[in-house]
């Protein structure tokens, strides 16, 4: 244990933003006379665990993750939680929320260090303005969300089980990774991650649903490793359960 906590310490330390180097990230793409000003003005800050913001509370600007991993749930009163997506280096946090004057409707927090940039309202809308290279890539992550909400509402309102959301879940993570291009993909998801994807309570379930689809041969289990190996099964399977 001792080692495990010494190796995440050191991780922590050696975590480095992706600040210039990122191509998802709309702060990213201005000037590098620009990224000076705006470097400046909005200085990193580290973030090792906790929450940034609760579902219903009200955003006071946007957040930038550098590095790190952060996710966006929801919950309910009986304390079921439905796992929103997972957030990396280069994409912008509470954008969509801030631009449409709501409340936050997810509760976004850190599960792995992370270095961020917090962006107050009037700076952002400043931003906005002033740099229409930001609106443009800024408005290009938010497609992409759309995109993904369309997804999840396919996948819940077509898919009539549990396996049947599961497999849409892998197989959308495969494209995600892969860009439609032919390969295996390996993926580090837990069972209790999946499960709040999914919308299923207990991880039991998640096992008997992965037992499932190794057996029709689409992907493999290996030590917590989920291998795809054939997405396009998986998207077939979702396709043939549905008809």
Known sequence: MEDFMNAKKSEARELTPACRACARCPICRVSDEEWEKIDA????????????????ERP??????????????YGDERG????????G???VLGAITL??????????????PCLLRFIPRRVFFTLLEEHRGVERFLLEQTAQRLYEVLGLLRAFTLSRTAVERLAWLLYRLWVEERGWEVGEVRLEMSRQEMAERIGVEAVETVSRLLRRLVE????????GVTLIRDAHGLRRLCEREEG
């Open 216 to 223: 029709a041969g689409v992907i493999e289990r290996e030590r």
């Open 41 to 56: 003005l909005i200085p990193v800050y580290r973030r090792a665990r906790g929450v940034l913001f609760r579902e219903g």
């Open 60 to 73: 006071q600007g946007v957040y930038v993750i550098c590095a790190g991993q952060i996710k966006q749930w």
């Open 80 to 87: 079921r939680r439905f796992l929103w997506r997972t957030s």
């Open 99 to 112: 631009l449409a004057g709501q409340s936050y409707p997810t509760t976004a927090e850190v599960v792995a």
């Open 89 to 91: 280096a280069g994409e």
